[in-house]
């Protein structure tokens, strides 16, 4: 699965997202995402945690460029900022009420 999105993030417009590992008996998906100035790797991993599920979610960044190092640096501070909830928070959201949450 290959798919693009799109909006301006720091001199971004487009963002290409790649289904780069896919294995559902361990419950397990990566993304490649990339852009002209970094490249990211977005892994999400789901384990049984008695009647709910936990998912640990890891990213590895690699800046292409001087310009993608900092948008790296400014993408990680901005998750640091949340604690990492971002995906959750906007997932449960999701869940709860069927909407995209806007940042």
Not at 4 to 26: A, C, I, M, R
């Amino acid at each position: 699965m290959i798919f693009k999105t799109t909006g301006k993030h720091h001199g971004e417009d487009e963002f290409l997202w790649v289904l780069s590992q896919y294995n559902p008996k361990d419950y397990f998906i990566e993304y490649t995402v990339s852009t002209s100035q970094r490249l990211w790797f977005i892994g999400v991993r789901c384990r049984p945690k008695g009647n709910s599920t936990s998912v640990t979610v890891t990213y590895s960044y690699t800046g292409l460029t001087e310009q993608g190092n900092e948008l790296n640096k400014l993408a990680l501070d901005k998750m640091y900022a949340h604690n990492l909830k971002d995906w959750e928070e906007a997932i449960n959201y999701y869940l709860a009420t069927g909407k995209r949450k806007e940042d």
